[in-house]
């Protein structure tokens, strides 16, 4: 059935942070992100697909579900799609909110906390790598751009379903709630105390990276166990933060 103008305009609702809050629901586009959420079994709302590809392999899983799979114009899709190319698909989906406590369970743990990260293209790319080191979640302090803004959501290449991401975070508060269950809390930041090169991770970790504009805030970095300092050869003013994320995590691992 052809999607009507109510329909695509609900979809083109959630490419506006109101429309998400308002709804509880983000907007996903194109086949690699589908499958990846179909994948996980995230809770698909309903799809809306290019007539010329309606019989793609891809939607044989949520036929099976029911879920409702419309179809759409070029024109309309790509009133939707925040690309500019859009790729045949756009999907609802529903925001599922996880909750700190279920990050801090006992075991070795390791995980992500940003400060005031903002560039979408950034904390996506950095829950992906999160996500490839096996993390157990990503925070998003207050100032962090918001995990299901459309961009984000594509640089994460469909890794959005499979680690626990909560955002909106008081780091403060829930820093101390987990060193208060046996997490170190190592904040990345230029001079810092120690050189990554010399640190051993324990095995509960809280990761903290800022900004790479404002780096972390003077209230976080004292709040840390250690302060790591990533070792420069040249003469970079500073790492990308997603560039840092990863150096962490990897040597963490």
């Known amino acids: 059935m052809r999607l009507t103008r109510a329909q695509v305009d609900q979809y083109r609702a959630l490419r506006r942070k109101e429309g998400r809050a308002a709804t509880g629901e983000f907007l996903l586009e194109g086949w690699r992100a589908l499958t990846a959420a179909i994948a996980a079994d995230a809770p698909i709302v309903d799809v809306a697909v290019r007539t010329d590809e309606v019989d793609r392999p891809e939607l044989e899983p949520l036929k099976k579900r029911g879920t409702a799979i419309g179809t759409i114009s070029e024109r309309d899709l790509g009133r939707i799609s925040a690309t500019e190319h859009a790729q045949g698909v756009v999907a609802r989906v529903k925001i599922v909110r996880h909750q700190i406590g279920a990050l ?150």
């Open 104 to 253: 801090f369970g006992p075991g070795d743990r390791l995980l992500l906390a940003l400060v005031a990260v903002s560039d979408p293209g950034n904390v996506g790319t950095i829950i992906r790598t999160a996500d490839w080191f096996g993390a157990g979640g990503v925070l998003l302090g207050r100032g962090c751009v918001e995990p299901f803004n459309e961009k984000v959501v594509r640089a994460t290449a469909g890794s959005l379903f499979h680690i626990p991401i909560v955002d909106e975070v008081e780091l403060l508060e829930v820093l101390a709630q987990a060193k208060a269950t046996g997490f170190r809390v190592v904040v990345a930041a230029a001079g810092g105390s120690v050189s990554l090169s010399d640190w051993r991770p324990a095995k509960r970790n809280v990761l903290v990276v800022g900004s790479e504009a404002h780096g972390v805030s003077a209230d976080i970095r004292d709040s840390a166990d250690v302060t790591l300092a990533i070792p420069r050869y040249g003469r970079a003013e500073s790492l990308n933060a997603g560039v840092a994320a990863a150096i962490l995590l990897a040597h963490t691992r």
